[in-house]
C-alpha cells in the first residue's frame, strides 16, 4: 500500500492510503471510492492537500455525489471540507445523538 495511490479492491471498491501512518492508523488511514460513474468516499481522512488530490484524481472520471463520514476520529474526517469545495459531495455523516443499546 502506497500513500496517495489508488488500488482496486474489486470492480465497485478502491482504496487509497492516506500519508498518515501511525499507532492508530498503520501504515495510513484507508479511504474508499465505492461506486461507478457516481462515487460515494467514506472516510476522507486527513486535510492534507496531497490526500485530498490522491481522492480527486483518482475520481476524475466520475461524480463524487456522496463523502460518508462512519465516525468523528481525526483521521477520518478532516479532509472532508476540502472534499466537498473540489466536488460539491454531499455530506453523508452519523448523528451526533446518543443511539439507544450504542456503545463506544
Do not use: C
Not at 489508488?6 to 498503520?26: D, E, F, K, Y
Not at 496531497?50 to 478532516?78: C, F, K, N, Q, Y
Request: charged share 20%.
Amino acid at each position: 500500500m502506497t500513500p496517495g495511490v489508488p488500488s482496486a479492491l474489486s470492480p465497485l471498491v478502491r482504496r487509497i492510503v492516506a500519508p498518515n501512518p501511525g499507532p492508530m492508523t498503520g501504515s495510513g488511514t484507508n479511504t474508499y471510492l465505492v461506486g461507478i460513474d457516481e462515487v460515494a468516499v467514506i472516510d476522507p481522512g486527513p486535510a492534507e492537500r496531497a490526500h485530498v488530490d490522491a481522492i480527486v484524481g483518482a475520481s476524475m472520471r466520475e461524480r463524487v455525489r456522496w463523502v460518508v463520514l462512519t465516525h468523528s476520529h481525526p483521521d477520518h474526517v478532516p479532509a472532508t471540507t476540502r472534499l466537498v469545495e473540489a466536488t460539491g459531495a454531499e455530506v453523508v455523516a452519523f448523528s451526533n445523538k446518543p443511539q439507544p443499546g450504542a456503545k463506544d
